[in-house]
């Protein structure tokens, strides 16, 4: 089993969707919790920390729960901007990242 | 802040060549550093954790005497791939965090694309 594992991609959604990235992890002494993106051949760039009481920022909600290790990230009223692939991101000591879900944004 | 600058960004060599990659973290210091290799369509998968002034602590299946790296000083480690071959070729990324002793913030560098031909 993966450590960290993601919803199959790609996700293909219309200007203005909402939509949602699930991910869970296996190793329930997992530190702290993160979602990057990652635009095609350039580094990962941090999108937000994820907290138990969850956390907004803008268009973008994230949520944990450790309890069913569980991580979701919301993106509201999406943009063609925001094609890109989202990786779900544990820390338990050194980061482990998920193979990442791909999200297409379209006009 | 927290800028790390990783050098070069694309290199291409003949198989059998070595190659080294620096990272640097340009405004704090960083007693670690993780080099990451991002194969295409794959996730990053982390190599090797990088200590200042002690020898790095390798992932299972990394070849140590394959993949050197050198933290020498507080701003800078270096990966050097030895006698590449074209199975080697990938994205190779570093990060650091600028927080010693926590892994809060990690900042990557913008990678190097190496092609071994």
């Known amino acids: 089993r993966k450590e960290v594992e993601q919803d199959p991609g790609p996700f293909n959604v219309p200007e203005g969707a909402t939509v949602a990235f699930n991910c869970t992890y296996s190793?329930?002494?997992?530190?702290?919790f993160f979602w990057y993106r990652q635009d095609c051949r350039k580094e990962p760039k941090l999108l937000m920390s994820?907290?138990?009481s969850g956390n907004e920022d803008g268009r973008f909600t994230a949520q944990l729960n450790r309890a069913s290790q569980y991580i979701s990230l919301l993106i509201r009223d999406s943009k063609l901007s925001d094609s890109a692939t989202y990786l779900c991101?544990?820390?338990?000591?050194?980061?482990?990242f998920g193979q990442g879900t791909e999200l297409s944004v379209k006009p | 802040g927290a800028v790390v600058s990783q050098h070069p960004s694309r290199v291409i060599c003949k198989s059998g060549t070595s190659v080294k990659i620096e990272c640097r973290s340009l405004?704090?210091?960083?007693?670690?550093m993780f080099w990451y290799r991002q194969f295409p369509k794959q996730s990053l998968m982390l190599m090797a954790t990088s200590n200042e002034g002690s020898k790095a602590t390798y992932e299972q299946g990394v070849e140590k005497d394959k993949f050197l790296i050198n933290h020498a000083s507080l701003t800078l480690s270096t990966l050097t791939v030895t006698s590449a071959h074209p199975e080697d070729s990938s994205f190779y990324i570093c990060?650091?965090?600028?927080?010693?002793?926590?892994?809060?913030?990690?900042?990557f560098g913008s990678g190097t694309r190496l092609t071994v031909v």
């Open positions: 405004d704090f210091q960083a007693t670690t």
């Open positions: 991101v544990v820390n338990i000591g050194k980061l482990i």
């Open positions: 190793n329930s002494a997992s530190q702290s």
């Open positions: 994820v907290y138990s």
């Open positions: 990060s650091a965090t600028p927080l010693s002793g926590t892994f809060y913030g990690y900042t």
